[in-house]
T-cell receptor, first 112, second 111 residues
Framework: DAEITQSPRHKITETGRQVTLACHQT?????MFWYRQDLGHGLRLIHY???????NKGEVSDGYSVSRSNTEDLPLTLESAASSQTSVYFC???????????FGNGTRLTVT | GIQVEQSPPDLILQEGANSTLRCNFS?????LQWFHQNPWGQLINLFY???GTKQNGRLSATTVATERYSLLYISSSQTTDSGVYFC?????????????FGKGTSLLVTP
């Protein structure tokens, strides 16, 4: 069955370190998204991509970057981790603009 | 940006009861979806419903796009319905087609 896999499931890192969260989907979807979820804020969009070599900033993109070198993967990089980036991160994908969105199981990141 | 407001923020039901969750949005939308986040944190797509009514088992959803609201109905609730229900809307090309989420309705169904 097609799916979205996020890794790692849990990560603890120190302030200032670079961290990369992986997202791999086997749906062959064009669109991929990264959201963060925090208490009181719901889900907020970080970055998104509509295809290979395409990336776009979302509502809370400062301090994060993504790259899309193939259809299956959209890694999220925290250039210099900050305590404010402690959160649960969700990757999602959809076939086309306006199609149902499907989520991975999330990565819980703690920055100490 | 678009405002997505969900009500009520919290809801406690006894098993077997029915409930209605509401999502109001402040602008015309191309796309509206409902999600359930279970107690283990998984986000499951329930409905893709930019307009009209859909049903899936005990759940149904109605979106009245012209009046800018959507409703999620849960009938004969079960403990497995517990979790957080999110409404998300998409504005279309000008906003990059990405979904904007409400803050959710937290539902607890007790035995």
């Amino acid at each position: 069955d097609a799916e979205i896999t996020q890794s790692p499931r849990h990560k603890i890192t120190e302030t200032g370190r670079q961290v990369t969260l992986a997202c791999h989907q086997t749906w062959n979807h064009n669109n991929m998204f990264w959201y963060r979820q925090d208490l009181g804020h719901g889900l907020r969009l970080i970055h998104y991509s509509y295809g290979v070599q395409d990336t776009n900033k979302g509502e809370v993109s400062d301090g994060y970057s993504v790259s899309r070198s193939n259809t299956e993967d959209l890694p999220l990089t925290l250039e210099s981790a900050a305590s404010s980036q402690t959160s649960v991160y969700f990757c999602a994908s959809s076939r086309l603009q306006g199609s149902p969105l499907h989520f991975g199981n999330g990565t819980r990141l703690t920055v100490t | 940006g678009i405002q997505v407001e969900q009500s009520p923020p919290d809801l406690i039901l006894q098993e077997g009861a029915n409930s209605t969750l509401r999502c109001n949005f402040s602008d015309s939308v191309n796309n509206l979806q409902w999600f359930h986040q279970n107690p283990w944190g998984q986000l499951i797509n329930l409905f893709y419903i930019p307009s009209g009514t859909k049903q899936n088992g005990r759940l149904s959803a109605t979106t009245v796009a012209t009046e800018r609201y959507s409703l999620l109905y849960i009938s004969s609730s079960q403990t497995t319905d517990s979790g957080v229900y999110f409404c998300a809307v998409e504005l279309g090309r000008n906003s990059g087609y990405a979904l904007n989420f409400g803050k959710g309705t937290s539902l607890l169904v007790t035995p």
